[in-house]
């Protein structure tokens, strides 16, 4: 039961043009989400988060969207650096409960110069 | 900046060996997470900590133990082996109150690649 899905194993960009990564998720109870970026040979690092009460949160270059209605976050990057290639991962809480971090399986982005 | 520091970033042990992996965290966080990262399988919790002595399964917690005799240190320990528990383990802390992750990223360490033959 995968309650985050990345559908897109990978995704390949050219440089300065805009990355978008897809996630969605079916537990209706998540209301926190973050995206990781995971370098080979390195732990996952945190890069943004949203909860549900944005529909949009901006750090410099990522732009993390939510539309709670389909369920569906995307993290949006621009413009993409070669130094951006890694593997993305999305992950969805609940605030209520005694909550943990839920992962998708990770979409692989490639930033060729 | 968080520091998670896990031990060894390569082992390879022999089926049916017990197998420690230990991990600290130099922030003084409540919470302690142990997960495997599998191809096409994401991150998956094997268990967790938060507090001292206190331990919660995770989502495949089968073949795995956990200790937690300190604060800053959490370690998994592989009973018996197998050829399946061939992955990377990674242990993240966070700051959150009772293990949620709201509002509380997780800090992950670089990861222990465990080959077992």
């Known amino acids: 039961d995968q309650q985050v899905k990345q559908n897109s194993p990978s995704l390949s960009v050219q440089e300065g043009r805009i990355s978008i990564l897809n996630c969605d998720y079916t537990?209706?109870?998540?209301?926190?989400f973050l995206w990781y970026k995971k370098y080979p040979a390195e732990g996952p690092t945190f890069l943004i988060s949203i909860s549900s009460i944005k529909d949009k949160n901006e750090d410099g270059r990522f732009t993390v969207f939510l539309n709670k209605s389909a369920k569906h976050l995307s993290l949006h990057i621009v413009p993409s650096q070669p130094g951006d290639s890694a593997v993305y991962f999305c992950?969805?809480?609940?605030?209520?409960?005694?909550?943990?971090?839920?992962f998708g399986t990770g979409t692989r982005l490639l930033v060729s110069p | 900046d968080v520091k998670v520091t896990q031990s060894s970033r390569y082992l390879v042990k022999r089926t049916g060996e017990k197998v420690f992996l230990e991990c600290v965290q130099d922030?003084?966080?409540?919470?302690m997470f142990w997960y495997r990262q599998d191809p096409g399988l994401g991150l998956r919790l094997i268990y967790f900590?938060?507090?001292?002595?206190?331990?919660e399964k995770g989502d495949i917690p089968e073949g795995y133990s956990v200790s937690r005799e300190k604060k800053e240190r959490f370690s998994l320990i592989l009973e018996s082996a197998s050829t399946n528990q061939t992955s990377m383990y990674l242990c993240?802390?966070?700051?959150?109150?009772?293990?949620?992750?709201?509002?509380?990223?997780?800090?992950f360490g670089n990861g222990t690649r465990l080959t077992v033959t």
């Open positions: 993240a802390s966070s700051s959150g109150q009772w293990g949620s992750s709201y509002n509380s990223p997780l800090h």
């Open positions: 537990n209706s109870m998540f209301d926190y």
């Open positions: 992950a969805a809480s609940a605030s209520t409960g005694f909550q943990k971090l839920v």
């Open positions: 922030m003084d966080h409540e919470n």
């Open positions: 900590s938060y507090d001292v002595k206190m331990k």
